[in-house]
């Protein structure tokens, strides 16, 4: 039996201090000790195996970030784990108190081609950090090799355009990892953000519809138009590569800022439609009468072929098992939300026999979420609008 943790942590705004990562924002020395401090006990906190981070704007600050973890695990161990000459230091609770250092070689930081590196324009990465190292060097999904087309038809027939995107806003990043006797692919994704896009006049380089004090509402609700049309794509991209390892056999798991809940549609796109109870019950595609529907073995058939490649929600698992209702995992404008994720391919479903392991807890990390609408919260800019989730694994001997 092998157990392990898989986590996601949406850092905000990782970067060295001095550094204009939006327009006037960064970080004074001072309060880049802080983030960095907070975010290591953090990640000390977690003790997760495998980590997606998303919003790294500079990997030299990140490793700082893991450096200083081990520190703090270290000097952990020193002061809760016996040494051989105790009698009781085989006992199993020093086992889950013991803190083993990630190093330096199980890092993988995914740069963002959007990023041109001018103070105040740059755009943030993705990372992977695993104590199990990589199977074999990760990839980086964003340039796309072949433009995604996406056609529309009219309703009264014909064409009606088309939507076109030739790279994701942020990297997508694909390891495969070693865990036990198994190699699982792991996906780790920052989608499109909710804030709308608005082009800029090329004569001004200004957005009309970013200047709030002439409020213009059908515009800002174009510009929520293109967010979700660019977030829906980048879903499709991800779902593609997931298919493609799905495909292949190999168990998946899929974590990220989605910025979408469980049940948006981004996220149904990546995790795959939800099958019919009963195909035996619907119409067939080719129905010439009344009664052509799919018959019991091709209902079989398609459910199969539907839940081969589809994927569930850890955290669905986890409300579905604890009982409780409600994961937030976000903060933003006083509104809470739960828009990161970690998804399982079946082989970790509770309900497939056949399965590789299972999800034994999920946890969440959410205790210091503030945003800016929280005048009593002097922190929000520091610490991290987003909580930590992890899912703790078992793989099967």
């Not at 929000?380 to 703790?392: C, F, R, Y």
Request: overall charge negative; proline content about 6%; some cysteine.
């Amino acid at each position: 039996m092998t157990q392990f943790t898989i986590a996601s942590f949406n850092v905000k705004n990782l970067i060295g201090p001095d550094q204009e990562y939006y327009t006037f924002q960064s970080y004074t020395p001072e309060e880049y000790a802080w983030k960095e401090d907070w975010t290591a006990s953090q990640l000390f906190s977690m003790d997760a195996d495998i980590i997606g981070f998303q919003e790294i704007f500079e990997e030299s600050a990140l490793r700082d970030v893991v450096a200083e973890a081990d520190r703090i695990g270290a000097a952990s161990n020193e002061a809760v784990i016996p040494d051989r000459s105790k009698r009781y230091h085989r006992k199993a609770i020093f086992r889950k108190l013991g803190y083993t250092p990630y190093g330096t070689e199980g890092l993988f930081v995914a740069p963002n081609v959007n990023d041109t590196g001018e103070p105040g324009n740059r755009r943030p990465g993705v990372a992977i950090l695993s104590r199990f190292g990589f199977a074999e060097p990760p990839e980086i999904i964003q340039e796309l090799s072949e433009p995604i087309r996406i056609p529309f038809a009219a309703l009264g027939g014909g064409e009606a355009g088309h939507f076109t995107l030739t790279r994701t806003s942020r990297p997508i990043l694909k390891a495969r990892i070693p865990v036990g006797d198994q190699i699982i692919t792991v996906f780790n994704c920052h989608l499109k953000s909710k804030l709308g896009e608005f082009p800029r006049d090329p004569e001004t380089g200004a957005a009309p519809e970013a200047d709030l004090t002439t409020y213009d509402p059908l515009g800002r609700a174009m510009g929520a138009i293109r967010a979700s049309l660019r977030r829906m794509a980048e879903a499709w991209v991800l779902r593609r590569a997931i298919v493609e390892e799905l495909n292949l056999g190999r168990p998946v798991m899929v974590l990220g800022d989605f910025n979408d809940g469980e049940h948006a549609v981004s996220s149904e796109i990546i995790s795959g439609e939800v099958p019919f109870r009963n195909y035996s019950w619907m119409l067939r595609h080719d129905a010439k009468h009344a009664n052509d529907r799919y018959t019991r073995g091709e209902n079989d058939a398609i459910q199969e072929a539907v839940g081969a490649v589809r994927l569930t929600s850890a955290e669905a698992l986890f409300t579905r098992k604890s009982l409780r209702d409600m994961v937030y995992t976000t903060a933003f404008g006083g509104v809470y939300e739960s828009i990161d994720q970690i998804y399982l391919s079946r082989h970790f479903h509770p309900d497939n026999p056949e399965r590789l392991g299972d999800m034994e807890y999920f946890s969440v990390l959410n205790d210091h979420l503030t945003d800016g609408s929280h005048a009593e919260a002097p922190y929000n800019k520091l610490a991290s609008d987003h909580g930590q989730i992890m899912a703790h694994m078992r793989l099967k001997d």
